[in-house]
């Protein structure tokens, strides 16, 4: 089975606060995704990778950066953090072939800054 | 740009009946549309999905039904059991993935 591990299923931190979240993946899957999901808002993409050093940006890139080094391993980085990043973050993998396209997640970190 | 439209955000059905959630969308150009399922504090997990070539896919109680010249895809849950409660995505898979805003499903005893 994909397992995609999120560090931290829950944060709590304060506004200014530079705040990492970690996501690992164990399928050697090339494309790796952040979604944050608010209520009526669905999941909104906010950074994703193709292959290791690479990063797009996704809808909502404002406020966030990414890293990733490994192709295991992709991090969401608040720089400084904000009430209105108060969310669920969510990451995904999948290979670039050989399935319809679906995204695998993990089981979400929920993020409250204060 | 697509756009995914879930218009119902939540749904009560009675075990045993069936469940309907329907999703609209904007853009015709896509390979697939995937239903996901959420529970609380977990991550969605992939329910099931279709192509853009088919206008039906089934997999046990779930039933994805697509209507091109509508814009439209509905997946059908039958019959429905209260483990199903949960909020269910629509999601289309072209060049990325555009999620719609989720609807809550509750299955009543």
């Known amino acids: 089975d994909v397992k995609v591990t999120q560090s931290s299923r829950y944060l709590v931190k304060r506004t200014g606060e530079k705040v990492f979240l970690e996501c690992v993946q164990d399928?050697?899957?090339?494309?790796m995704f952040w979604y944050r999901q608010d209520p009526g808002l669905g999941l909104r993409l906010i950074y994703f990778?193709?292959?290791?050093?690479?990063?797009e940006k996704g809808d909502i890139p404002e406020g966030y950066s990414v890293s990733r080094e490994k192709k295991e391993r992709f991090s969401l980085i608040l720089e400084s953090a904000s009430t209105n990043q108060t969310s669920m973050y969510l990451c995904a993998s999948r290979p670039t072939s050989g399935n319809t396209g679906e995204l695998f997640f993990g089981e979400g970190s929920r993020l409250t800054v204060l | 740009d697509q756009q995914v439209k879930q218009n119902s955000p939540s749904l009560s059905v009675q075990e045993g009946r069936i469940s309907i959630l329907n999703c609209d969308y904007t853009?015709?150009?896509?390979?697939?549309f995937l239903w996901y399922k959420k529970y609380p504090a977990e991550g969605p997990t992939f329910l099931i999905s279709?192509?853009?070539?088919?206008d039906k896919n089934e997999d046990g109680r779930f039933t994805v039904f697509l209507n091109k010249s509508a814009k439209h895809l509905s997946l059908h849950i039958v019959p429905s059991q209260p483990g199903d409660s949960a909020v269910y995505f629509c999601?289309?898979?072209?060049?990325?993935?555009?999620f719609g805003p989720g609807t809550r499903l509750s299955v009543l005893p």
């Open positions: 990778s193709y292959d290791v050093k690479m990063k």
């Open positions: 853009n015709s150009m896509f390979d697939y």
């Open positions: 279709i192509s853009s070539i088919k």
């Open positions: 999601a289309h898979h072209g060049q990325n993935f555009v």
């Open positions: 399928m050697d899957h090339e494309n």
